[in-house]
């Protein structure tokens, strides 16, 4: 591989080899040889020039290898960095790839999120108008459970004075009541002896009770009791006579017997019955 050697550095290494001059004193007799002392000069300028060429190309050379190594490097580097731009330009394409689907999708997010919003702020709406009337029915039932709260109250109050009142009435009424029925003495319709005489005592509880007894049930027979009743209480005290209708069985006659032996006609029982009543 030749050295080449640029041609501006070759001219001026001639113009100096050009221009330099000797100045050369001769102290020697004239007698020597002129041809001599030139060739000798000529040897050493040329030993000169061919050590100077040599330097110049281990120069050259230096530099040609240190260039070469460069372009060598430069080489490589551009070899990667033609790769990573081939890359690079691949990885570009497909972000731009990437960056327009993105982009659609995000137009048809924001397409279906303007969409959703509308439908949701209708149904908002919507949903705030029914609870207002929900609320306003509330407030409604509110006052009428209070308003129904205190009609109760006041029911209840009067219902628990009326139930004290009738209480109280049940007390003065059949409380503290005792009858006594006295003894009733039977007396057969041909005035014959006395077949059957009977007497108790009996504690009427209610006033619309009636005197059964259980073992002189009869259809026919009927028999007219005086009776009094005395109501004992603070606050009322009264006598009352009750007349009422006993039918025994076994005793002969239709005839009303009254307390202590006394008969009465049961249209007199009837009309005492009316007087009572009104």
Not at 23 to 41: G, R, Y
Not at 166 to 193: F, H, N, S
Not at 263 to 277: G, H, I, N, S
Request: proline fraction near 3%; aromatic fraction near 6%.
């Amino acid at each position: 591989m030749g050295v080449r050697v640029p041609l501006g550095e070759l001219a001026a290494l001639r113009g100096v080899v050009t221009g330099s001059s000797v100045n050369v004193e001769v102290d020697a007799k004239p007698q020597e040889d002129l041809s001599k002392v030139m060739e000798e000069i000529r040897a050493q300028y040329e030993g000169v020039n061919e050590k100077n060429r040599r330097e110049m190309e281990a120069w050259y050379k230096l530099k040609f290898d240190e260039l070469n190594k460069e372009v060598v490097c430069s080489t490589e580097t551009l070899q990667s960095s033609q790769s990573e731009i081939s890359e690079l330009r691949r990885t570009l394409q497909a972000l731009q790839i990437e960056l327009q689907s993105q982009l659609s999708m995000k137009s048809n997010l924001e397409s279906q999120l303007g969409e959703t919003e509308s439908r949701y702020s209708l149904k908002l709406s919507q949903l705030q108008q029914t609870v207002h009337s929900l609320e306003n029915e509330l407030g409604l039932m509110r006052t009428d459970i209070e308003r129904q709260s205190s009609e109760y109250r006041r029911l209840l109050d009067i219902k628990t004075r009326l139930e004290m009142e009738i209480a109280e009435y049940r007390r003065l009424l059949d409380g503290e009541a005792v009858q006594k029925v006295q003894v009733v003495e039977v007396v057969e319709e041909k005035r014959k002896p006395v077949t059957w005489l009977t007497s108790a005592w009996f504690f009427f509880r209610n006033t619309s009770s009636s005197f059964r007894p259980s073992t002189c049930i009869s259809r026919s027979e009927r028999l007219m009791v005086r009776s009094s009743r005395t109501f004992l209480s603070p606050a009322v005290s009264a006598s009352t006579d009750m007349r009422m209708a006993i039918s025994f069985s076994n005793l002969p006659g239709d005839r009303g017997v009254q307390a202590g032996g006394e008969t009465e006609p049961e249209e007199d029982q009837d009309q005492d019955q009316d007087q009572r009543q009104d």
